[in-house]
Nanobody, 123 residues
Framework: QVQLVESGGGLVQAGGSLRLSCAAS????????MGWYRQAPGNQRELVAR???????NYADSVKGRFTISRDNAKNTVYLQMNSLKPEDTAVYYC?????????????????WGQGTQVTVSS
């Protein structure tokens, strides 16, 4: 079982910044990818940014140049630095981690989601 704990959401004015964190814990053998998704009321959940084990990252077009995803492999933690926030960035942000749980002698794939953290950007 792999658990994710998110932090860093809140209320900020347009143009401001926030940093989200997501720490994974539990029976983790390896992590392949870590990402952030968001869901605004009435909308589907969408990918914001994702980073794989080699460090390559991809971003939604709407956040390119404003958001930066990074990871600390030693801490099994992923971050999302959000700058120049806009009201349309308002949503619940969810962390997602894909990998393998268990050990070298036996592992199975997992995909875990965080509980979500609210980000509200006022105009």
């Amino acid at each position: 079982q792999v658990q994710l704990v998110e932090s860093g959401g809140g209320l900020v004015q347009a143009g401001g910044s926030l940093r989200l964190s997501c720490a994974a814990s539990g029976s983790i053998f390896s992590i392949n990818a870590m990402g952030w998704y968001r869901q605004a009321p009435g909308n589907q959940r969408e990918l914001v940014a994702r980073i794989i084990s080699g460090g390559s990252a991809n971003y939604a077009d709407s956040v390119k140049g404003r958001f930066t995803i990074s990871r600390d492999n030693a801490k099994n933690t992923v971050y999302l630095q959000m700058n120049s926030l806009k009201p349309e960035d308002t949503a619940v942000y969810y962390c997602n981690v894909d990998g393998y749980s268990g050990s070298y002698y036996g592992s199975r794939p997992f995909s875990s989601w965080g509980q979500g953290t609210q980000v509200t950007v006022s105009s």
